[in-house]
Nanobody
Framework: EVQLVESGGGLVQAGGSLRLSCAAS????????IGWFRQAPGKGREGISC????????YYSDSVKGRFTISSDNAKNTVYLQMNSLKPEDTAVYFC????????????????WGKGTAVTVSS
């Protein structure tokens, strides 16, 4: 069974940085993708970044492009989201998801989810 555990959230001032981690276990598939999502209070879940295991391709939403960087450490089965130049509007619960159905990052359709880690950016 695939399990995902996020960590690294916390409280940071605007302009600061955080690095989130998504530790994955049970990913025995030849091809998969790991995506990062966030859900701000009162809003829907937003896909913000994704990385494909097949070729390392990365994707970003316009809202985080240029500020966030997704990366993976295959030896540690962990995907990271480095978040720089944080803004108050980045405040949300951040989730990672795993796609194992063969669609990769297309459509950000995930099959498994972590429970999330909260990020609060103060102004």
């Amino acid at each position: 069974e695939v399990q995902l555990v996020e960590s690294g959230g916390g409280l940071v001032q605007a302009g600061g940085s955080l690095r989130l981690s998504c530790a994955a276990s049970g990913l025995t598939f030849d091809a998969y993708a790991i995506g990062w999502f966030r859900q701000a209070p009162g809003k829907g879940r937003e896909g913000i970044s994704c990385i494909s295991s097949t070729d390392g391709s990365t994707y970003y939403s316009d809202s985080v492009k240029g500020r966030f960087t997704i990366s993976s450490d295959n030896a540690k089965n962990t995907v990271y989201l480095q978040m720089n130049s944080l803004k108050p509007e980045d405040t949300a619960v951040y989730f990672c998801g795993a796609e194992v159905s063969g669609n990769g990052c297309f459509g950000y359709e995930m099959d498994y989810w972590g429970k999330g880690t909260a990020v609060t950016v103060s102004s």
